[in-house]
Structure formats: C-alpha cells, structure tokens
C-alpha cells in the first residue's frame, strides 16, 4: 500500500476527541482550528444574532450568491481565516437554558478552550471550577490577555498591546525609525498555538489519570517566552537589549534585506565562505580581502559602509536577475514578496498550503491549508468555515437528543439562532 494509500485510511491524530470552542477573535479560534485541522470536533459557541466578533470584521468578505439575505454581505476574510473544521452553534447562554445547555455539552466533551476575562464565565457557572465537577475528564483551557493570576489579570488583553508591554515592539522596526507591532497579530497566533500544544498534553496527562486539568494560557507569558535568545541575552547581560534592527541583524553582517532596481531582497553572507560568495556574485571579489570586511567582527563594525555598497551593486538589476544569479549558490537569498507572491508561489502551491473548497453560501474560495505533514495521516480543510447557526439543530439533536418542537421552542425564546 502507497503512503498515499495508507493516509486516506489512517484516523486523524484527533478522532473521537471532541473540543467545546467558547472562543471568539484570533488567539481563542487559532487554536482551536489546530485541534480541528488534527480531527477533533470543534462546536463552536456563537452569540446567536452577533456570532464571533470578526464576523463583521470586513471588507474584504466573500460574498452570498445563493439568493438568501442576511445581516452581514458575506463571510468576512478574517473569520473565515481561522474556523475551517468547526460547527457553529448559535446560542445564548445569559438565561438558564442556555447554561443548561452547556452544562450539557461539558459533559459530552472532552476540551473546553474559552477566552473570556478571568473570573466571567463564574456568573454563568460556566467556571472551572464548576463545569470540572460535571465532568473531572475535562481538559479546560482559558486563554486571556495577562493570565488568571497577578497585577494586570484584570486587564483586557489585545495583541498590540501586549507586544507594546512585553517588549516584541521595542524591538521591531527600522534602527532609527519608531517602534512597530509586527504585519499579522503574532503574539495571538503563539498564545493559540502555545494552548493547543497544552490541550494536547493534558489529554495525554488524562491516559493516565482519567481527569482533566485547567490550562492557564496568556498573551503576555507566551509573548515574553516569545523573546527567545533576545530575552536570553538580556538575562545573561544584565544589560540592555540593542534595540531595533530593521531586517538586518545585530551581530552578522550582511545578514538583511536591500533595495534592488524594482523592489527588495534579502541576502544572508552569514560567514565568511557565504560572504565570499555574495562578493562573488555580485561581482566584487575584492570586497572578500578588503581589511574592513575580513572578518564578521570588522563587517559588524563596518556596517554601515557594506551595507551601503552592497545595496549600490544591488540596486543595479531587478530582483528577478539577482535571483537568476544567486541560484544554486548555497548562499541563503530570498525575494521580498507581498502577500499576492506568496499565496501564489509555487513552493507554496507545491506544498498545497493553497485549498480550494466549496462554501455553501459563498460559492468555490481558496483559504490556507494546515502546514505541519503527516505520513500517517493527513490533516486538512475538511470542512469550510461555518455560517452562524449553521449547526445548530445537528448538535442539539444528535448530540443532546433535543426534539424538533424543543429546538423550535428555544428559536422562538430567542435562546438558539
């Protein structure tokens, strides 16, 4: 049997695992998508006329062409981004039947992932502490700003502002110019992966023991782990951290991204063999016995002068032909591509991070695929991201064994939409 054979017949990591998504925006969803995309069953909670936040969150959105009107004038990008695998369920859980029936859903899931402010979720009864009692099995996850514990757990946590306080901004942008938050809100997308890789051990943890745990997940600890060798250095130092650096690096040269004729590239001459060859290519062999630029050492000092006739020589072709030139150097290079050049790039389409699927109020779109391949299995867009409400009535039915009348009965209460 081909490998390909063997994954159409191989479960997902995630089968039979089934996650209740009490999470809206970008960190919440981020990670629960993960847990989607390896096979668990995702029914996602959704206010039931408002839904998630970034359900309006557009333009762009991709529009309705099934005749049918709705409140919003199609599927915003930015929910669609992050909900491929999941079932909407619309419902209200400010009244008691709501709650009840959540506390119903607790006890047919395994994961509950919410990202409410600490201490919320208690007048619903919908805490830890109390769903915990409903089910000892689950695996709760709460991911919040600044965390359950400490001075700023109070505060609302969004990522440009954890960037700003957790030192990622300061450290981001051109050496002289202001600091920037990063181009994608990366502090949530590290907190949701950070939460599904806890999801993941506690229900490993659970194998053993039979209970679940609470996960306490926050932007601000997993921005500040974040940090890396930066935070590194400025614990081993004692000193401060040398600021901003554009696309260059602090300590190789050259190591960065230069003007070309038409746009930008980025060349990596990170040791002296690689430094030679960029000399090489660009046709300054001499630049590699130059007494400035011998070493990494001098090229540091030096910077800022091979850095600028390093650009002069780039500056003469257009990215393409350097391209051209570079290939097949063993020298790390790249073109600058906007976002249209990558989605559209052929590694990229030859690693199919590019999926088609059929939407079915929207029509044929193409969303991101998910990255990490399996031999064993084979995680992907199984199913398009939800419209409000879309499921409902196959959740309350198959899952809770509601009638027909009962879910027409909370329709009209205006408890489930």
């Avoid at 709705?70 to 369920?89: C, D, I, T």
């Avoid at 506690?202 to 930066?230: F, H, K, M, P």
């Avoid at 991101?368 to 064993?376: D, F, G, I, L, T």
Wanted: with cysteine.
């Amino acid at each position: 049997m081909s490998q390909v054979d063997k994954k159409t017949v191989e479960k997902l990591p995630l089968a039979g695992i089934r996650v209740l998504d009490m999470t809206r925006v970008l960190a919440g969803p981020y990670c629960t998508q993960i847990l989607g995309d390896l096979g668990a069953e995702i029914i996602k909670i959704e206010h039931p006329t408002r839904g998630d936040d970034t359900r309006s969150w557009g333009p762009p959105d991709a529009p309705y062409i099934d005749g049918v009107e709705r409140q919003f004038p199609g599927e915003s990008a930015y929910y669609l981004s992050v909900n491929r695998n999941k079932k909407s369920l619309g419902l209200s859980f400010n009244n008691p039947t709501g709650i009840s029936i959540l506390h119903k859903l607790v006890q047919k899931c395994d994961v509950l992932v919410e990202n409410y402010l600490p201490g919320s979720l208690a007048k619903y009864k919908l805490d830890y502490a109390t769903v915990s009692q409903l089910n000892p099995s689950l695996v709760y996850a709460s991911v919040t700003g600044y965390g359950q514990t400490g001075p700023y757990s109070d505060r609302a946590g969004y990522d440009v502002m954890v960037e700003a306080e957790m030192g990622l901004m300061h450290i981001t942008g051109e050496r002289d110019g202001p600091p920037v938050k990063v181009g994608v809100a990366v502090t949530d997308l590290t907190t949701g992966m950070y939460t599904a890789i806890g999801v993941l051990a506690a229900l490993y943890a659970r194998r053993e023991t039979g209970l679940g745990q609470w996960i306490d997940a926050s932007l601000s600890d997993c921005q500040v782990a974040g940090l890396a060798n930066i935070a590194s250095s400025a614990l081993i130092s004692g000193k401060k951290d040398s600021g901003r650096w554009g696309t260059a690096h602090a300590s190789v040269v050259p190591y960065r991204a230069y003007k070309t004729k038409d746009t930008n590239i980025a060349v990596g001459g990170c040791n002296d063999r690689l430094y030679g060859i960029l000399c090489d290519k660009i046709g300054k062999p001499e630049w590699k016995t130059d007494s400035r630029f011998v070493t990494n050492a001098l090229r540091v000092k030096n910077r800022d002068t091979l850095d600028r006739i390093i650009e002069d020589e780039l500056k003469t072709k257009a990215t393409q032909e350097w391209l051209d030139i570079f290939e097949g150097s063993g020298m790390p290079y790249a073109a600058v591509n906007d976002i249209q050049g990558t989605i559209n790039h052929e590694h990229v389409l030859a690693r199919n991070m590019i999926e088609k699927v059929d939407h079915p109020a929207c029509g044929p779109m193409k969303l991101v695929n998910h990255p990490v391949k399996y031999s064993r299995a084979e995680p992907k867009i199984r199913s398009p991201p939800p419209m409000l409400g879309e499921h409902t009535d196959e959740v309350l039915r198959e899952l809770l064994d509601f009638s027909e009348d009962d879910i027409q009965d909370l329709r009209e209460q205006k408890t489930v939409a």
